[in-house]
């Protein structure tokens, strides 16, 4: 390890940048990607296709981070290992939970939109528990019981939503959430050996969006750039620009502190996406919502905070070893 890296280490791991930069990036993000669901619901409220919002989220921010992979010499690869990988995580990752949450988001309030997505860690550890991936840890799967607990919060009870009919769309979204916690699996089993983040993120985002376009095409769902800009291509454009901008400082983050401290960016989004519900639908909760909220905010952090000491040690010691 070189002197200038030691240096780099220190600074990131500093009190200073992990308790007051860190956290001030977790807001950021949180107010950015919870913001970006707010221009969802304005624009599909007013007839945008969920294709065509998905194309501009995906293949525009793909596009832009690929740039930006050109500009820093970072280029991902794209032999058929690389595409096949690239592909299915753009399906599961980004193409059907966008369509799916751009479909709901008209029917729902934001903030019960937002609340779907912290779900995506609990279900990823049923998942790899269930696939023998991790052992079972006890916190851990009281964690992914409060997660389910707040689902039930909002759906069984006849007041906890403001109209009963949301409990289908609620519904219809948490299958975003199945496949969010379906790409992290797959990532885990399935990433190439050597992978870099930013540019397979760029690959994944630009054919996740991609695969979009025939189906655009075929319902006329396309918000073309080259026409007459409205609110709706201005929230489209919006969403492209906050999807790239934060997904660079997710990777930043995961890079110089901890995948495991820009997890809890699934917090800060939840909590953003109430205030941004509040500021711009007005939208008033009842207490079911809050109790839902709360539930789920503690059972991400058991799931993504406690870790197997066990597995902790032997990775140390190999570290030491290396």
């Known amino acids: 390890m070189t002197v200038g890296s030691v240096a780099m280490e220190t600074r990131y791991q500093s009190t200073w940048f992990r308790y007051v930069v860190g956290p001030l990036f977790l807001l950021a993000m949180g107010l950015g990607w919870s913001g970006s669901y707010t221009l969802a619901k304005i624009a599909t409220t ?21 740039l930006v992979c050109a500009f820093i010499r970072r280029w991902p690869r794209f032999d058929r290992r690389h595409l096949i990988y690239y592909t299915i995580n753009g399906l599961i990752g980004l193409s059907l939970p966008s369509v799916i949450l751009l479909w709901v988001s008209p029917h729902l309030p934001v903030s019960i939109t937002t609340l779907l997505i912290p779900l ?38 006849r007041n906890s939503l403001p109209d009963t009919s949301m409990v289908g769309w609620v519904l219809i979204g948490l299958v975003a959430s199945v496949l969010y916690a379906s790409q992290n699996v797959y990532i885990a089993l399935k990433c190439p050996p050597g992978a870099d983040a930013l540019s397979q993120t760029a690959a994944m985002l630009f054919i996740g969006g991609l695969v979009i376009v025939p189906f655009a095409w075929a319902t006329d769902g396309f918000i073309s750039p ?15 620009v906050i999807n790239a901008l934060f997904t660079i400082a997710f990777v930043w983050l995961i890079q110089v502190i901890s995948p495991v401290f820009a997890s809890q960016n699934a917090y800060t989004i939840t909590l953003c996406g109430t205030f941004w519900g509040w500021l711009v639908f007005g939208e008033m909760h009842t207490a079911w919502i809050w109790g839902s909220l709360a539930a789920m905010v503690v059972g991400v952090m058991l799931v993504t905070l406690v870790r197997d000491r066990r597995q902790i040690s032997l990775a140390t010691r190999a ?3 290396a």
């Open 226 to 240: 080259f026409r007459a800009w409205d609110i709706v291509t201005y929230c489209a454009f919006g969403m492209m």
């Open 46 to 66: 007013r007839g945008a296709s969920p294709f065509g919002m998905t194309i501009w989220e995906g293949l525009g921010s793909g596009l832009l981070l690929l």
């Open 319 to 321: 570290v030491e070893e």
């Open 120 to 157: 995506a860690p609990v279900v990823t550890y049923l998942f790899v528990v269930l696939l023998r991936l991790e052992r079972f840890l006890a916190l851990r799967a009281l964690g992914v019981l409060l997660g389910f607990a707040g689902v039930l919060m909002i759906v069984l009870p």
